[in-house]
């Protein structure tokens, strides 16, 4: 087995800031182009990037149509699979060719074709050649995607899901996985006087988790919620996360390069630990 001997961090892209999810099969270019050369600009920190981006406006329609992400419900639940992964392939393929006019090497990663599910959770997962790409200095760029199942017939992993078994399977095979920095619309988490949340934590999260409400449009994957959710699962391994504004320029790079930037600190971390952060007007990583 041959690892990478520099720190990996994971990027997840919001849907909805890179697509309208009012919108179907929207897209908003200027953010697109800003969360790209933001991923070049990390690139030169000599630190391993792995990017997963989410299906917003795009493949939750047709998502939502079917319902696949149930399994296979009925006659119409094959058509489903096939419609879900192709739409969910199509965004993929635009945000890679995005990275590539900015000038990095960005490679696709499906998901359907790297793991298996059993009821609803991870069974399989081969990471081969992914693992190749980040040796050979490629940026594997995945997504939230149709998944078989082998109890359901078929699920669908969030981008949350898939970066998140990503990086728990890498960090079993001696990878230096660094964290999962989430890029969103807003500077982190917000309470429900909408300031910014500094740090949650298992110590906290129930006392936050009534401001912490799904996302807005057609999302079949539990939005914000899910995102603090499937952080904090990581952050019990060992995987921390940060949310930040993926838009502001400059957020992202800074982020990568462990620089202060606003935004929410996922941890898996105590009550002290949380009281202590609440009194920092940054975030300090």
Excluded at 56 to 69: D, E, I, L, N, R
Excluded at 182 to 198: E, K
Aim: hydrophobic letters at 40%.
């Amino acid at each position: 087995m041959v690892t990478v001997n520099k720190p990996l961090v994971f990027i997840k892209i919001g849907g909805s800031l890179i697509t309208d999810k009012n919108k179907p099969f929207s897209l908003k270019h200027k953010a697109l182009k800003t969360i790209c050369q933001e991923i070049k600009k990390s690139l030169s920190y000599g630190k391993k990037l792995v990017v997963g981006h989410g299906a917003g406006s795009f493949a939750h329609v047709p998502a939502k149509k079917y319902q696949t992400h149930l399994g296979i419900i009925n006659g119409e639940s094959y058509r489903g699979i096939a419609e879900v992964a192709d739409v969910a392939a199509q965004l993929n393929r635009i945000v890679v060719k995005a990275l590539l006019e900015e000038g990095v090497n960005a490679v696709a990663f499906s998901p359907l074709t790297m793991m298996v599910a059993e009821n609803f959770e991870l069974k399989e997962i081969h990471s081969e050649s992914l693992e190749a790409a980040l040796k050979h200095d490629l940026l594997p760029v995945v997504y939230g995607d149709q998944i078989m199942d082998t109890m359901k017939g078929c699920t669908i992993f969030s981008t949350e899901k898939v970066l998140g078994y990503l990086a728990l399977h890498l960090k079993e095979r001696k990878y230096q996985v660094e964290r999962v920095i989430h890029c969103g619309q807003t500077n982190g988490v917000y309470d429900l006087d909408g300031n910014t949340i500094p740090l949650i934590n298992l110590g906290n999260f129930d006392k936050f988790r009534a401001a912490v409400t799904g996302s807005g449009g057609t999302d079949v994957t539990g939005g914000m919620i899910h995102k603090v959710e499937e952080t904090l699962k990581l952050a019990k391994q060992g995987i921390p996360g940060l949310i930040i504004d993926g838009v502001e320029s400059g957020s992202l790079s800074e982020a990568v390069a462990g620089r202060p930037v606003a935004g929410t600190r996922i941890e898996s971390g105590s009550r002290k630990e949380y009281l202590l952060a609440s009194h920092q007007s940054v975030i300090v990583n």
